[in-house]
């Protein structure tokens, strides 16, 4: 990834930060510059609660190149407690046992390593609660 | 707007074309179609196609192909809707001759995937890259994801998904074109590798090379030319959320949906007006979901339907990909919409052979990009 890319999205990879419409009070993330919901333009920033459940998930066997070595690894989307989803590994877990409905948390990890840039790309993973 | 008219086909053979280039299979197909549609010039030519510059380095592709079908100075375009870019193509052909500006277009597709690229890389680019792709999901893992999700809500089973790729490979047999021209059975796609859980090797769609064309016209160059063509009576498209997990549902395909809504109210028909139906069953769980989501079963019963035979050709109440699909025919991306056009086509004017449905008078081609970020169905009804 190259690195002016990965630098500006670190405040919603490090710190969950979303954007809350000022005008319908919809969360979106990453921020966006227009609510989907109402067109609403203004927004604040907030922070995402780190704790949810997996609502569906799969275990990746074949990945792309940047992510041969990791496999088997569990991918799924989990809700928030906030009712925002994101798409996120499950880490720490046998992949085998996860179940949809599951608890997580989310923590700070290594997501990937980008052989071209030379910089180790950081984010979030869910492991169980 | 004017009456459109498909009036000429022409494909190559879908599968690992290792000795031939892209240009080289665009311009077999587009030629073919020329001349099928037995037209002297085409006013222009839209291709589809999802991502020439990272499978072979080569942007500009509707100059390129232009130049080696010998065509110059038409103007040439390609259309980009990831897996969705030949169903694109074909409405951006369908558009231009409604609307009165050209009489002949041409709407192709073509992707040349197996020329050494990382494939499973570059069809993740038509997801999320940033907050999807990012965190290494797939392809196959999304519409997993989807499968799984299915299955949670409506129990949904791994025999019913794979029912879905014994009758497309059933049928896909019997096509010349097609990648894979061999039956599969239950416990073949039950046994095969697993590529992300639940979804195995024979569930997904195969990484192919190959081109398809069509020639569209005016209804009034069509009737002139003597010979047989298929109505175009709809043309709808509709977008959603790029990631999967934006989505309101996980199970339901929204853009699948409202375009649906828009082509059956363009061609003023009901579901059961329908034929046989060509559905982008990229993964088995793909056209489970899409043959509820347009309207053929009530939501949940997908699967079932499969099972109890109402898809097949034979005495099926709704005969589902009797091309074989892309889960058999083969999917280069691009070319997908357009082979689909053709299949309509075929069956319509009763050229379809050992896959000749019943009564077809009235065909559906239904064309999706990414995890249904975009979605594209025509109506074709037979002259």
Known sequence: MITARYHREI???YRLEAGKCVKCGGVHFPPR??????????FETVRLSDEGRL???TVVRVASDKFSKQTPFAVGIVELNDGVRVTTQIADVEVDKLEVGQKVKLVFRRIQEDGKAGILCYGYKAILA | MRDVAVIGTGMTKFGELWGRSIKDIFVEAAQNAIEDAGVDHIDSLYVGSMSPGLFVGQEHLGAVLADYLGVNPIPATRVESACASGGAAFRQAFLEVASGASDIVLAGGVEKMTDGADVTDVLATAA??????????????LYAMIAKAHMHQYGTTREQMAAVAVKNHRNGAKHPNAQFRSEVTLEQVIGSTMVADPLRLLDCSPVSDGAAAVVVASLDVAKKLNKSFAKVIASAQSSDTIALHNRESL?????????AQKAYKMANIKPTDVNLVEVHDCFTIAEIVVSEDLGFFEKGKGGEAVVKGLTAIECGRIPINTSGG????GHPVGATGIAQIIELYEQLTAKA??????NARIGMAQNMGGSGASCVIHILEAQ
């Open chain 1, 11 to 13: 405040p919603q990879r």
């Open chain 1, 33 to 42: 510059r227009i609510c989907p919901k109402c067109k609403g333009k203004a």
């Open chain 1, 55 to 57: 609502v569906t998930f």
């Open chain 2, 128 to 141: 999320d890259q940033e907050y999807e792709v990012y965190h290494g999901i797939t392809f196959p893992g």
């Open chain 2, 251 to 259: 199970t339901t395909l929204k853009s699948v949906v409202n375009a």
């Open chain 2, 326 to 329: 892309l889960k058999a025919k």
């Open chain 2, 353 to 358: 052979g050992p896959r000749q449905a019943k």
